[in-house]
Structure formats: structure tokens, C-alpha cells
């Protein structure tokens, strides 16, 4: 909301009782003489099935009626693992190898919905893709849990290995991005090799937008830990984590996404800062003053 309005973008929020932003008729009514439909809901993992599924059904409507561009901030949960080497907006998808996601399973449920949006009714769907999120406000697991010790002045819970790396992207940045993308020209889609084109097990291209940020991925959990100021790193055993999940539902979901920690899974951005040559981040210092200024608030 902030991003759009700092563009000159009149915004309007849809604020809705318990369950009431889940229903078509709500969505629909709330995005009468849109121009855009920002889908950008923020939920615990273990509620992303059914609510966001749902949510997506009812941006779909809404659109469709609206003729709407969509603008969908998504992540990096279930496609192939594939660590340390810079990874495609769009990565490949999981295979029978990979360990079961239902995180990821969800994400691909909801990109598929807008595909399905984008394929037949023709609207422009943007994605913007990151993966481990922080900011101010930002309720995202681990990085919300990492802000509060380092704003205490504990050390911060660290659920991958020490000397892994991890990338973290700054939700400003992310929304900029969207914007940026919203405002601007379509993203062309890359060209394609003469032999890639003659490839019969060549899936067909995506109808959506995608965009991908890097964000701030540094060498290791002390690396992060001297980054948010604080006193050093607490490594969280992954058997502490599977055991809280059955008891603990905001834990529920988490022990299937701790792949991610075992080693270092980042996105490349090249495509987009070729696109937007002039979009920068936030320096890492000043995002990390800024969320952890609005933890201790």
C-alpha cells in the first residue's frame, strides 16, 4: 500500500471481518473499478491451506469481472532443491526425489490458479518471487523470531546449519518491486534456443509475469547474527522443531520446509535488474535499523 501510494496511486484496502475477506462476493464488491488487485495477505503456514487457496479463487473472480492486473508476491517452496547455485524466477519443479512440501504443494496450487486466470481470461498476472522475508511488521517464519531476540538483545534462533547461508529479502523492497513491475511495461518473456524449441518434453511457457529478488544473502548464522546486532546465533535442532509441530499448529507445517536450512537456496535476479536496471535494494543496515526500530516500538 505504502509502494503504490509513494507511485501517485489512489489504493483502496479491503478490510474485512473474520473470514469475510475469504468470500468471493467481498473480494469482487471491494475490487469494483479497479485498475490492479494487489493479493497480498500475510498468514501463519499452517493456515496458507485452505485461506489462501480460497483468497485466490476469490482475487480470480474479482479480476475476471474487473479485468483487473493482478500483482502476487510468491516464494520458493516446492521446487526442485537445488542448493548453492543461483536459481531461475521460475525454477524447476519438485520431482518424486525431492522430500513432500505441503507448503510448496500450496504455492503451486495458487500459482496455477492465477496461471489458469492469466492463460484464459487474458489479464495480466504479475509474480514476485523471494524467498525468506523480513521487515517491519512482517510475521514470517523464522525472520519475525530472529527480529524479537535481536531487538531484546538475545541471541538469535538459528534453524539451519551454522555455516550455511541464507537469504533474507526486505518486504519494502519486494512491494517496490511489484510496483515497479504494475506501473511498468510487460516483462518479455526470454527467447528461447532453436533447440530448446524442438525439446518435446518442453513445458509450455507460463503465462505469468515472474519476477525474482535476490535479497541480502549472507555467509553463515553469525554473519546474521552481527548483521541484527545481536550477541550471537542459538542453533534450533531440527528434532526440537518436528517435536513442537505436534503439539504447537503455527509449528505444524514448519518441519517440512526445513530443507531450506541445509543448505544455501537463492534466487537469481539478473533478468529482472536487466529489466529494471535502475531498481536497488535497501542497504542491508539500513533495513535491519528500520525493522528493528518498529520491534522495539
Sequence with gaps: MAALQEAGESVRTLEA????????????????????????????????????????????????????????????????????????????????????????????????????????????????????????????????????????GRRVPWPGHPGVGHAFTFVPDLARLGVRALLGAPLPKPALTAEEQEDPDRLPPSPLEVYALHGHLLADAAAWASALGAPGALRVPHTWIRARALWDAAYAKLPEVLYTWEGSIFLDDRRTRRWMPDFTETPLADAIRETLSAAKA
Excluded at 502476487?72 to 536459481?87: A, N, R, T
Excluded at 523471494?130 to 525472520?143: E, Q, R
Design 17 to 152: 471481518p473474520a473470514e469475510g475477506w475469504l468470500e468471493i462476493d467481498t473480494v469482487v464488491a471491494a475490487a469494483e473499478g479497479c485498475v490492479s488487485i494487489t493479493a497480498a495477505v500475510e498468514r501463519p503456514m499452517n493456515a496458507w491451506y485452505p485461506d489462501l487457496v480460497r483468497f485466490a479463487d476469490a482475487v480470480c473472480a474479482a479480476a475476471e469481472i474487473t479485468g483487473a492486473t493482478v500483482l502476487v508476491p510468491s516464494g520458493m517452496y516446492g521446487f526442485k532443491v537445488i542448493y548453492d547455485v543461483p536459481l531461475p524466477p521460475e525454477p524447476p519443479p519438485a520431482d518424486a526425489n525431492d522430500r513432500p512440501c505441503e507448503p510448496g504443494r500450496v504455492r503451486d496450487q495458487i500459482e496455477a490458479t492465477y496461471a489458469q486466470l492469466a492463460d484464459l481470461s487474458g489479464n495480466r498476472v504479475i509474480v514476485v518471487r523471494a524467498g525468506d522475508t523480513f521487515g517491519p511488521g512482517s510475521l514470517a517464519w523464522p525472520a519475525a523470531e530472529m527480529v524479537r531476540a535481536a531487538a531484546a
